[in-house]
């Protein structure tokens, strides 16, 4: 008799613990879930940010790049544009089976130079 | 007591303080759960749009032609600001702003104002740090073109909001501009963000590439720019394109504006330079044999009774390709009286001219060609010399893009979009293409356009030169003048067409003199830039330059 009112008080924490633990693991889903938020906001700042400076860098080298601006520093260096007849663009070698080193290097555009001083 | 009965007890003794809560978050999480969560939403809920950057416009080669980068605006809060020129003083230095003029912002009526926009990240961070009441940080876009003035006029502008306003910025609004990416999010207690999902992943819209080449653009702008400088003339427009697809390479005008594309938007008297409808009209129909010879009147003709004709210099007996080297207005009006208004009229269409070419910028004109009703004896003469009919300089640049590769009139392309070229249609016969090409090398050769020739290279065109209608008495004016070239270079194998206008040249303003140096000059530059060997290496006058 006290056996089977002891099992069922035992029946019952049990399941009082149970679903203790239960709210406590939807707790600390919950804090989890949270704190992730917080992080993946930080991250997604900061990367929104390092896009922003990447973005500007690139912009940065592409001013550096313009044509006025080479143009300008060539022109600093003593630099003038070249005649049309004093550049030759030089053929490629004449097809035949490569290795996948020489068809590699066979990609590269073209080398441009010079004929004449 | 038994045992179970003292647990039962227990048991009771702690949970029945504990019921009343019980019912209470039955009451809050059951009962009033909708109303409650709504409002909690409401409060701390928020959807945050992060705008997805305009697209970048590149040229051929991929080089950026424009950029959208994100920055900062500054702006101010007025309510939190108690003494606006302590305001003013602190971030004086932060922003670069006169303090006076910050405090002024600060003391106006109204609650906002944006203090300065195009913050770079780093000066954000400056300011952030400071820690100033009142002042606050928008992210915003900014449009940023790195080659400065490049292309401007083909690219055109974009407003306050990352809106198109002209040229292509404009006319790919739907291609360049994204949908922003909306992100679901709270606000904590501090109005920190916690990220939650993405409610909608928004569209990164794709980089539009360009037919234009940086480099080709830049000689072409140059080669303006020099001109425009010393004021050879008040206005100019260059344009590059590859006769092999009608690929514009290049579009220039001076001065540079982002508002305006002179080169679709306006139509002009092409003058001499649509000598070339006739001239292969003619040769199409074979109505003219190479060594027949029409009569120059000796540079004056009355064409019908009061019209005269004149030509700059007085001519006698002229071939076809004597006309068009000497450009003879007398010689081509005789060719085009034997080709009639109706074989004309069928030429201009079939060049291009009177229809649009399809360029994908906005506001272009599609010219005007008469009617043949419209096309009397005098207005057909004139119109062979380029007179009473209006052209894009597009549609002069594509004609001459089909004479060049031999009779393909392409559709001009400017946006590289993976599709291949579109073919118009052939222009004429392959033999009368190539008569006209060798004719058209004649006119550099030994005709008017001796400017135009490069040692070393075979070069073809055409000049033109036009009396300009004056606004005020909408008559030709007897000072002003369109002065252009068209030619393309090597004439062995045409890379490229290239159009010059210039509108009132100061000066000499025959286009011989003032735009065939112009299209040389630019030539030189295409030429050493693609390093194109001679096409004829016996020129004379290569072995004097080469000294």
Known sequence: MIDGRTGLGFGWAARFAGAGALVLFLCWEHVQATRLGYRVESVRREAAERRGRVAALRLDMERRLSPSEVSARAARLGMIPADPDALRRLSRAPARAAGPLERLFSLRPARVAASRS | MDLGLRLTAAATAVLLPVLPLGLRLADLQVLRHGALKSRAAGEFDRVAEEAAPRADILDREGRVLARSVPNWSCFVDKAMVKDPAAFGAQLAPLLGVRASEIARKAAEPGRFAWLKTGLSSEAADEIRAARVDGAGLAPAQQRVYPNGDLARGVLGLVGAES????????ALEKRLRGTPRRLEVMRDGAGRTIYKSVSDGGLTPEPVRLTLDRSVQYLAEEALREGGERRAFKSGIIAVQDPRDGEILAMASWPPTPLNDPLVQDAFEPGSTFKVVTALSALDERLVRPDETFFGERGRWEVAPRVVITDHEGQGNMTLAQILEKSS???IAK??????????LRMCRTLGFGAKTGVPLPGETAGEV???PELTKVSLAAASYGYGVQASPLQVLGAYSAIANGGTLWEPKLVLDGQAPVRVRRIASEAAVLELRE????????????NAKIPGYRVAGKTGTARRIDPLTRKYSTSAYNASFVGFLPASAPRWTIL???NEPKGAYYGGLTAAP????LGRRLLALEAIPPDAPADPALATARR
């Open chain 2, 335 to 344: 060719v085009v009286d034997r080709v009639g208004a109706a074989r004309f």
């Open chain 2, 370 to 372: 008469k009617t043949v």
């Open chain 2, 329 to 331: 207005n007398i010689g």
């Open chain 2, 163 to 170: 809106r198109g306003l002209a040229g292509l910025e404009f």
């Open chain 2, 518 to 521: 112009i299209f040389a000059a």
């Open chain 2, 500 to 502: 010059v206008v210039l």
């Open chain 2, 439 to 450: 004719i058209l090398e004649g006119v550099a050769e030994r005709g008017t356009a001796t």
